[in-house]
């Protein structure tokens, strides 16, 4: 437990979790305990003149401090990002305790982070090297409708489309409210019969959906069928092929990529390049669409050149080019030499810098 000082300037209140509930002086009740803090919470704090909290103490680097090594304007960003996390934890836990937000509801804190990042695309990388896996299913939600819009952008699709498969990202994992936070947090491997359980989740998802006013037929079926995949393997209906509609597939890859490169309550996140290789595998096994797939690893290629780069040789140097036919191993200028990663097997990655703010760790 950690007692905070609050005042105006507080921002780093935003995403810690209440480990007492508040009382106002007057012996009004304000906030339960576990509930996660947003800017909103801060002003209703000050507004009853309490000036002291008791927070649960961090298992991971908080993200408002991981944020302060970015540049003013991605600052903001991310802020408005640690906002989303704390108010997506408030309304998804409000879905399934008591009265059903409405769309509106859901969308008003997303909707400003959704454009934000889609006029400002390199700022979404720096998501996807956030450390800790504490709250993994609200940043997944974020993350997954920030993907999913960027892939409907990046494939020409309309604004209106855009801004649709943003919410049905937003939306894809909604049924897991419905899952016991054992299960969603058990760091050894499911036994059968909970992954079994694991694989309600869609289904879960949809009866919740159907609920909330304002839910269209795209955000329904896209947490209905993210998990379908186009050999017949995917789950709850083993759908093959254009038997699940391309909206879903989109998500489907999406939800993949952010899993991947996102660090997790039973083992730490792979890199973005390793990411990006994994769903070129699973175009060959023919469980993704390459029409997705593939554009969007070369859009995110294309983010990463020119970043510099630490070898663990000690080598520094320059990403020149990235084969997408083999992610990990790009070729790098070092000086006026070049190094290719394919040829030289033992060479590795440390860490890519996004910035000269920024590095990240592969």
Not at 75 to 86: G, Q
Not at 166 to 174: Q, S, T, V
Not at 327 to 352: F, M
Request: proline residues 3%; neutral net charge; charged residues 30%.
């Amino acid at each position: 437990m950690e007692t905070i000082q609050l005042n105006a300037s507080k921002k780093t209140v935003t995403g810690r979790i209440l480990a007492k509930e508040i009382i106002s002086p007057n012996g009004q009740f304000l906030l339960r305990k576990g509930m996660a803090l947003s800017k909103w919470h801060l002003e209703i704090l000050l507004n009853h003149d309490i000036r002291e909290i008791e927070v649960e103490k961090l298992s991971s680097p908080d993200l408002v401090d991981q944020f302060r090594t970015f540049s003013r304007e991605k600052e903001e960003v991310m802020r408005l990002y640690a906002d989303n996390v704390a108010e997506v934890k408030r309304l998804f836990e409000a879905a399934v305790t008591r009265e059903t937000p409405s769309v509106q509801d859901f969308m008003k804190p997303f909707t400003g982070l959704l454009h934000k990042v889609l006029t400002r695309t390199n700022i979404f990388l720096e998501l996807y090297h956030i450390k800790g896996h504490d709250e993994y299913t609200y940043r997944h939600s974020i993350n997954v409708g920030l993907l999913a819009a960027t892939i409907s952008k990046m494939l020409g699709q309309t604004d209106e489309e855009v801004l649709e498969l943003g919410k049905a990202g937003f939306f894809h994992d909604i049924g897991k409210m419905q899952l016991s936070k054992y299960l969603l947090n058990k760091e050894g491997k499911l036994t059968k019969r909970e992954y079994e359980e694991i694989k309600k989740h869609p289904v879960y998802g949809k009866e919740l959906l159907e609920r909330i006013d304002g839910v269209s037929y795209t955000i329904v079926q896209g947490a209905l069928l993210h998990h379908e995949r186009l050999d017949g393997s995917g789950y709850p209906f083993g759908l093959r092929g254009g038997e699940t509609p391309f909206f879903a597939q989109i998500l489907a890859v999406a939800d993949i990529y952010d899993a991947i490169s996102s660090d997790r309550v039973y083992r730490e996140k792979f890199s973005p390049f390793r990411a990006l290789e994994e769903l070129v595998n699973e175009v060959y096994k023919n469980k993704l669409n390459g029409q997705i797939v593939f554009p969007f690893v070369q859009h995110v290629i294309n983010g990463y050149m020119n970043c510099r780069v630490l070898l663990e040789s000690g080598e520094e140097g320059t990403i020149v080019h990235l084969p997408i036919e083999e992610i990990t191993r790009p070729l790098i200028a070092v000086g006026k030499e070049y190094l290719d990663l394919r040829k030289n097997r033992s060479l590795k990655i440390k860490n890519v810098q996004l910035d000269q703010q920024n590095p990240v760790e592969i």
